[in-house]
């Protein structure tokens, strides 16, 4: 948990978001964060892209591609 209080708001959102689902593609999240009243600013699918990007070096998210070549990102457990 110490490691999460560390995250700005729109990373805490993305982690909280995915882990409502068991994957979602870029553009799919990105309307969740619009969506989301919590995230107070406007952000483009590149910034939830390279928010999801630091979080995976961070080991808090995970990147998975599906059979139809579809990549969708959730949160790692474990």
Excluded: H, P
Aim: glycine fraction near 8%.
């Amino acid at each position: 948990m110490k490691r999460e209080m560390a995250l700005d708001t729109l990373d805490q959102n993305i982690l909280r978001i995915l882990s409502l689902y068991e994957g979602l593609a870029v553009g799919q999240l990105w309307y969740e964060i619009g969506e989301d009243d919590a995230t107070v600013e406007d952000v483009t699918e590149e910034e939830v892209l390279s928010r999801l990007e630091f979080l995976r070096r961070r080991g808090l998210v995970k990147c998975m591609k599906e059979q139809e070549g579809d990549v969708k990102w959730t949160v790692k457990k474990g």
